[in-house]
């Protein structure tokens, strides 16, 4: 017996399994594998059986609601305090009933008048950006005009070298 809590496998003589063994165990996998295929398809022929039948169908109704686990197997609860999430309105939606909403803007929250208003906000500055009225457009365009000209200079500096290479030669 070695010494000490652990016991190195280190030189130990192996175990190989023989030819023999190796045959049986697969003899044994074919037969399961025969017999799992044979049990599916009377399985098989068994649900086509209760489908034909309408107590059987009724019955799997019945074992379907019963398979329900914990206390929601007991009780049906439903808590009345609970409310389902608001979801988010899109800005197609909200565009569409706009004269609705002016209506009857007393009925929204004042988050929901804000989230709207701040829908519209967004809208306007990107149609006015889209225009170049804004002063980041504005910029913008300053900013494109610059490289366009940069540009424009070095392709015309490149055509001078290129003329200058070709009268040399």
């Known amino acids: 017996m070695p010494r000490g809590k652990y016991v190195n ?9 023989s030819a023999e ?8 996998e074919e037969q399961k594998k025969k017999w799992r295929d044979t049990r599916e398809e009377s399985s098989e022929a068994e649900e086509d059986d209760e ?16 398979d329900k686990k914990g206390a929601s197997s007991l009780i049906e609860i439903s808590n009345p305090n ?3 999430k608001k979801a988010f309105v899109k800005t197609n939606a909200l565009e569409a ?4 909403e ?3 803007s007393s009925s929204l929250s004042r988050r929901e008048r804000e ?13 006015r950006h889209a225009e170049g009225k804004t002063s980041q457009a504005k910029a913008d365009l300053a900013r494109l005009a ?3 000209q940069h540009r424009a200079e070095a392709a015309a500096r490149r055509e001078a070298e290129k003329k200058a290479k070709e009268s040399k030669t």
Request: net charge negative; no cysteine; glycine share 6%.
């Open 9 to 17: 496998h280190k030189g130990r003589n192996r175990h190989f399994t």
């Open 21 to 28: 063994e190796l045959e049986a165990e697969r003899k044994n």
């Open 51 to 66: 489908e034909g039948s309408e107590k059987d169908s009724d019955e799997s109704e019945e074992e379907s609601e019963d």
């Open 82 to 84: 609970r409310q389902p």
């Open 97 to 100: 009933g706009a004269a609705a």
């Open 102 to 104: 002016d209506e009857s």
């Open 115 to 127: 989230q709207i208003e701040k829908q519209r906000a967004q809208a306007a500055y990107q149609k």
């Open 146 to 148: 610059i490289i366009k």
